[in-house]
């Protein structure tokens, strides 16, 4: 069946350093991906999505490349701040209407 | 602002009594889903309704239930909450389905007394 693996939490970084999330896939056919951040006590936000393969989303600074070769589609940032602090989620739909989301990884960026 | 608009933000209910969530969009999405999230936790999928057509998971308590009377809102039943079922609730929206990425509202967080 279709799944998501992201790396485990905390990530506890400075602020302007570099940033990279992983988050691997499996699935059947050609599913899109996203990546979508939760802010504490807020719902879901849309950060970025690829759609096929080699596609690169981005987004505020914040990048992910859909590698089919190595069902991977990793987040990463240049300089994090402070106000990035939140929990990122990776997931796939792999078109049944259905997202199939990561663990979620906690980044804790300080001052 | 077009949006997905979740009311109430934070609901206390006790346990047994029956509690119903809100959620209404002005997307015009055809797709309208309900997730429940444990702190800590992925979202995970209740049920959702592409446009008048209900689907439910198949872990998905019998104790939930949900309505979408017109295409702008839906609503979660809790017929009987229990302590386990204090948690997030998620409305999102995507328009004939997830391609293009989902919607979110804010969020209700459910308190079980």
């Known amino acids: 069946g279709n799944s998501v693996t992201q790396m485990e939490g905390p990530v506890t970084l400075s602020e302007e350093a570099f940033l990279t999330i992983n988050c691997t896939y499996t699935?059947?056919?050609?599913?899109?991906l996203f990546w979508y951040v939760q802010y504490p006590g807020e719902g879901l936000q849309l950060l970025l999505k690829?759609?096929?393969?080699?596609d690169k989303g981005s987004n505020k600074g914040f990048e992910a490349t859909y590698r089919k070769e190595t069902t991977s589609f990793h987040l990463e940032k240049g300089s994090v701040q402070v106000s990035d602090s939140a929990v990122y989620f990776c997931a796939l739909d792999s078109g049944t209407y259905k997202y199939i989301f990561g663990t979620g990884t906690r980044l804790k960026v300080l001052a | 602002d077009a949006m997905v608009i979740q009311n109430p933000r934070y609901q206390v209910t006790q346990f047994g009594k029956p509690v119903t969530l809100s959620c209404s969009q002005t997307?015009?999405?055809?797709?309208m889903y309900w997730y429940q999230q444990k702190s800590s936790q992925a979202p995970k999928l209740l049920f959702h309704?592409?446009?008048?057509?209900?689907?439910n998971e198949a872990d998905t308590p019998d104790n939930f239930q949900s309505r979408r009377p017109n295409t702008s809102f839906c609503f979660l039943d809790i017929r009987s909450p229990g302590l386990g079922d204090a948690a997030m609730y998620l409305c999102a929206t995507s328009l004939r389905g997830g391609n293009y990425g989902y919607t979110f509202g804010s969020g209700t967080r459910l308190t079980v007394v």
């Open positions: 699935a059947t056919g050609y599913p899109s």
């Open positions: 690829a759609t096929k393969a080699d």
């Open positions: 309704y592409y446009d008048k057509d209900f689907n």
């Open positions: 997307l015009n999405h055809n797709v």
